[in-house]
């Protein structure tokens, strides 16, 4: 603005969906396994080779850019930085195959009366990202969606993300609930399995032992256990989390959020990737 010289620069578009690969490139789901139902073989499109010729698609700015770059460090810099057709560069894709092995999440929400509308945004918020996620990075995962207070209840993804409830809380039925699913449903030996929990940790007292005992359960069938808790203005100091310091088992994480800074430390916590782990 106003009457000084501006300076060059590139503009370039991104779109959500390549925003979202990038934040979930070192994301994946641990502990993944081979399992004796086949894997689903899908279509992927596989980055082969950059050429100088190609369809406008599919011109990789970056390359074209440091093409420019290094043509103009020939010339000694002193031009104004532009691009020529010979700076060009596209990318070529082939058509492979992906094979992944089967897995499913169980996401587990506490919708009770003590989940005020910033615990329910902050869960909410931590599931549409995991959802995200996974549906970036993986054609075959089942995800199932779980709501509680005193009782729970399979859900729709829309009720999931938009119904709350009032009442009591009793944690232990949803971690009951996902069992019986498991078991109806989901063989460990045909699938790897993931459980994600999020509350206030505001729990029946006399439920916090039946929890601890039920989370045993899932951690014999699962690959990974995760509990959530949000740290809202009435947080309490008697809660879930410090009942489950009895569970002792690597394959259970547990994460603290005290605002919306924190959703995306604990989607990394809980996806970490053990090194040299592939993400299919």
Not at 1 to 8: H, L, R
Not at 158 to 169: H, L, M, Q, V
Not at 182 to 190: L, T
């Amino acid at each position: 603005a106003g009457n000084e010289p501006g300076v060059d620069y590139y503009e370039a578009d991104i779109t959500v969906d390549e925003l979202a690969e990038m934040i979930f490139e070192d994301l994946g789901l641990p502990n993944l396994e081979q399992k004796k139902k086949p894997e689903m073989a899908a279509d992927s499109l596989e980055f082969k080779d950059v050429r100088k010729k190609g369809i406008s698609s599919n011109i990789d700015r970056k390359r074209t850019i440091m093409e420019a770059v290094k043509r103009n460090a020939v010339k000694g810099g002193t031009d104004p930085l532009t691009i020529t057709p010979e700076d060009l560069r596209f990318k070529t894709w082939e058509v492979t195959y992906k094979y992944e092995s089967n897995a499913v999440v169980l996401a587990m929400m506490d919708t009770s009366g003590s989940m005020g509308p910033f615990e329910k945004y902050i869960a909410r918020s931590f599931f549409f990202w995991m959802v995200r996620f996974l549906r970036t990075k993986y054609n075959n995962v089942h995800i199932v969606f779980l709501a509680h207070h005193t009782e729970a209840k399979e859900t729709t993804e829309e009720e999931f993300f938009t119904k709350g409830a009032s009442g009591g809380t009793r944690c232990s039925s949803v971690y009951r609930l996902a069992l019986e699913i498991i078991e109806k449903r989901y063989s460990p030996s045909d699938y790897n399995i993931y459980a994600f929990h999020f509350s206030d940790g505001d729990n029946l007292a006399s439920d916090n032992e039946n929890c601890v005992k039920t989370i045993n359960s899932l951690l014999e069938v699962c690959n990974m256990v995760g509990y959530g808790e949000i740290e809202g203005p009435y947080y309490y100091t008697s809660t879930l989390r410090t009942a489950f310091k009895k569970v002792q088992n690597n394959k259970f994480t547990c994460v603290t959020i005290k605002d919306k800074s924190g959703v995306y430390p604990a989607l990394k916590k809980f996806f970490a990737q053990q090194p040299g782990q592939a993400s299919s």
